[in-house]
C-alpha cells in the first residue's frame, strides 16, 4: 500500500498558520492529501484585542482561549490532525516571559526536536514546512521552531538517533521554509496608503535596509491558493484575540488579495526526491 502524501507544516503560536501556510493547508487536504498541524506553544503571551472580552479577565486562561480559537481555525482549514506541543509561549526578545522555565525558548532542544520526531515516525510526513533561521521576523519562538524541526527533520531517518522512542525511522522527503516575499511588502505599503492606513515606510525613522522579508530571488516555490483566500481570511479571523475585526487586512477587496497575495511561498531546504529549480507545488517530484 503507498503512503497517503502527508504535509506537516511546524507553527510556534495559534494563527501562525493561517497567514504563511492557511492557504497550503486547505489546497493540499482539498487534493486528498492529509495534512497535520504542529504548533508548539498555546500563545499565552498575546494580546487581546477583541473589543468584546476584557483582557483582565481573559489574559489568565488566553493559553486555553487561543488553542479553542486554532481549533476553529484548523476545522476551517480542513486540517487532519493538530498537535499542540503545550510549551509556554516566550514572548518577544526581551520580556520577563523569556525566562518562564516552561517556555518554549528555554526547552532543551534535544528533548523538543524529540517530540517532533516521534510525530514524524508516527504520522510519515511527505513534506515538512517550518520558519528561517531568523524565525520570519526573530521571535524567540519561530527561531526555537526553525531549530528543533530542522533537527528532527534530519534526525527522524537516522535509526541511530532518537532509538529509545521504539519507533521506525521515517525521512520526510521534502524540507521548506515559509517565506515572505520582500517585493510583498511594499505592495503592502501601497495598498495599506490606498486604504488610509498608517505606513511604516512614511514615518521619519524608517529604514529601507530594516524592510525584513524573504529577497525574493532565494524563493523557490510559488504556491497558488488564490481558490482558497477566502477561506484563509475567515480561518484568521476565528483567532478573535489577535485580529481586531477592524484590522485593515480584513477589508481588502477579494480581487484585490486574488491579484496581489493569492501566492504563498517558500524556500526548499532539502529534497530526498530529485528536484531543481522553482517550482509551483510543495509535493513536485513525489506524486
Ligand atoms: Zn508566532
Redesign the pocket.
Known sequence: MTERLTLMAVH??PD?ECMSTGGVLLRYAREGMRTVLVTATRGEEGEVVDPDMDPAEVKPKLGDVRVAELERACQHLEVGELHVLGYRDSGMVGWEANNHPDCLAQADLQEATGRLVRLMRTLRPHVVTCYDENGGYG?P??IQVHRMTVAAFHAAGDATQYSALGLAPWQPQKLYYTAYQRSYIFTRYELMRSMGVPVPSDRPDFDPAKVGGTPDDIITTYVDVREFLLHKMHALQYHRTQIAPDWWFTRVPHEILREKFGLECFIRMASHVPVEGPEDDLFTGLR
Do not use: M
Request: net charge negative; charged share 35%; hydrophobic share 15%.
Open positions: 510556534a503560536h501562525d521571535h519562538d519561530h
